[in-house]
């Protein structure tokens, strides 16, 4: 609040969802932040569904490959070794590309993110930006964050609200609440 306008502004902004249900956290983002993200939006983007398809039709082959080298068949060596690498490269995905994402935000420095009825408000050092229940109408929870998804079929946009940087663990629960009247769950 400005210095010298008095209560009218603060009573203004809370006709516009900033009221006492405004929930606000700070934070800088880590690794396991966007880790838990993207394997969040895992279950809510089709891309990554059919890449866990494919994760378990390699599951298949290879303990086909095990069926075939306990029978005392001949194995190609190649394969079953190119099919375990797959696999454990499509698990480690989410970690690898957290890493990348967490090198771009580390420069935005700590967030400061206010949740409320009309959305989200996400302030860094260098960036602002206001987000609407509309461009990101779903959310998930993990133990330890919330996701915001965009509605698109592979949630290609989220926000990452840490459960950490809530200021009480009411808050935490203040936000879910909050989260469940204006978003639906994934």
């Known amino acids: 609040m400005v210095e010298g306008q008095g209560a009218a502004p603060q009573q203004e902004l809370?006709?516009?969802?900033?009221?006492?249900d405004a929930v606000e956290l700070e934070y800088r983002p880590t690794v396991g932040d966007y880790t838990s993200a993207l394997r969040a939006r895992r279950r809510v983007s089709r891309a990554s569904r059919i890449q866990l398809g494919v994760v378990g039709v390699v599951a298949v082959f290879v303990a086909l490959e095990g069926v075939v080298a306990l029978a005392g068949g001949e194995v190609?060596?190649?394969p079953l070794v190119w099919m375990v690498f797959s696999a454990l490269l499509i698990g480690f995905m989410?970690?690898?590309?957290?890493?990348?994402?967490?090198r771009v935000f580390e420069r935005q420095g700590v967030f400061r993110v206010r949740v409320t009825d009309a959305g989200v408000s996400v302030a860094t050092d260098n960036t602002t930006a206001s987000i609407n229940w509309a461009a990101q109408p779903r959310y998930r929870e993990k133990p330890d964050i919330f996701v915001l998804f965009s509605s698109d079929k592979n949630a290609t946009c989220f926000?990452?609200?840490?459960?950490?940087?809530a200021r009480t663990p009411a808050d935490v629960e203040r936000l879910r609440a909050i989260l469940d009247r204006n978003v639906t769950r994934a």
Not at 14 to 20: D, I, L
Not at 94 to 102: K, N, T
Not at 159 to 165: C, F, I, N, Q, S
């Open 14 to 20: 809370q006709g516009q969802g900033y009221g006492a």
């Open 94 to 102: 989410p970690w690898l590309q957290a890493r990348q994402v967490s």
């Open 76 to 78: 190609p060596v190649f």
């Open 159 to 165: 926000t990452v609200l840490p459960k950490r940087a």
